[in-house]
């Protein structure tokens, strides 16, 4: 909104000019997130205590260690997305699509998170809205932001998909895309879910996957810095920098909160719609592989639980002592902090792994 409110003025004011700035404007989305966290996160736990008792129900079958979290409100991705959709409201330009479909998919997983946190609370059981009637509405939302950013995109990358280490080559996915496209965003929405058991190991990795986010967004949605790295250029693409400072503050707010010991969790409400918009930010930029390399520790929660299931229903047996995988270490004794710290190395391991594929074409 600064952006077209503003912008066109920075001929009589030159101080104006400032908000005609990508990272100018990214730092204020980064700043009025972190800001908005602040000042509604107090209000905003004490209400969700009000309204929850008995604060998240805790799985019977899960570690022990997590029963003495009882009574911690859920449903802290309210502050988080209250954060994110005013900050890029404020900071972003208002006429790019992709920051609406973005922002759709955002609202939209959130909006089914939220169903599911409230199912949970209602029935005062650890499991939610039925997993086909969720997956269902995350492919109908995922679907409608595709088309979108697909009718946003142009030719001849709007439906191909890029290599991360082939330089000017595009697989043509044809209408393919659409699926593949919801399986990235759906995928990457769950993934973050999965990994989002305890204090501050999702938020993190989050945050670190949407730093790189941000960067490829910036590279992608400029010319001259796209043809020097041989990415794909993305016009308009670049506003998306703004989301992702936007992702960023917010993280750092809520984090601030879900620090241990945790005032509050964030619940499906939040790592829903958190995966999601990464998920959109990878179809938009043309990065979905490099989305599994920098998101690499949100996959391997998520193959934890598939090889977890999948070895119980061949052989009985299961490979490790719980799934996801931050439950095996659990339950192997390693202390939660100790857990999450090494989760969070991995990550930003990952993510500069990620970050090479740039310059390796």
């Known amino acids: 909104m600064l952006f077209n409110l503003l912008g066109p003025l920075a001929d009589d004011f030159i101080l104006f000019n400032l908000f005609n700035s990508l990272t100018f404007r ?60 005013v900050s890029t409201l404020l900071w972003a330009d208002l006429r790019n699509g992709y920051v609406w479909a973005l922002l759709l998919i955002t609202v939209g997983f959130g909006a089914i998170g939220f169903a599911d946190d409230y199912q949970k609370l209602t029935r005062s059981h650890s499991k939610g809205i039925a997993g086909r009637v969720r997956l269902l509405a995350e492919v109908v939302v995922a679907g409608l932001a595709t088309f979108w950013i697909m009718r946003l995109t142009p030719d001849p990358i709007s439906t191909g998909l890029a290599l991360p280490f082939a330089k000017n080559f595009l697989i043509e996915l044809s209408w393919f895309f659409i699926p593949f496209a919801v399986f990235v965003i759906v995928g990457a929405s769950n993934s973050v879910n999965l990994t989002d058991g305890l204090d501050g190991l999702a938020i993190v990795p989050v945050m670190i996957a949407a730093g790189c986010f941000g960067l490829i967004s910036y590279l992608a949605g ?20 703004i989301f992702c400072g936007a992702l960023i503050g917010a993280s750092l707010g809520f984090l601030w909160f879900n620090a241990p010991p945790a005032m509050v969790f964030m619940g499906d409400t939040g790592s829903l719609a958190m995966g999601g918009a990464l998920g959109g930010i990878a179809v938009v930029t043309k990065h979905e592989l490099v989305l599994a390399i920098i998101g690499g520790l ?64």
């Open 222 to 241: 400029n010319a001259v810095f796209s043809n020097y790295l041989l990415i794909f250029a993305v016009p308009g693409a670049g506003e998306l920098t």
């Open 298 to 361: 949100f996959v391997l929660e998520t193959v934890s639980v598939i090889v977890q299931v999948t070895s119980f229903k061949l052989t009985g047996r299961r490979v490790f002592r719980m799934a996801p995988l931050h439950h095996h270490f659990e339950q192997k004794g390693w202390a939660e902090p100790t857990i999450v710290i090494r989760f969070w190395i991995i990550a930003m391991v990952l993510a500069l792994l990620g970050l090479a594929t740039l310059k390796l074409r």
């Open 26 to 85: 990214a730092g204020g989305a980064v700043v009025t997130a972190l800001i908005v966290s602040f000042l509604f996160g107090p209000m905003i736990i004490g209400w969700l205590k009000q309204q929850q008792p008995g604060g998240q129900p805790i799985r019977e079958d899960g570690p022990q260690g997590h029963f003495k979290k009882a009574g911690t409100p859920t449903m802290g991705g309210f502050l988080i997305l209250l954060a994110i959709i």
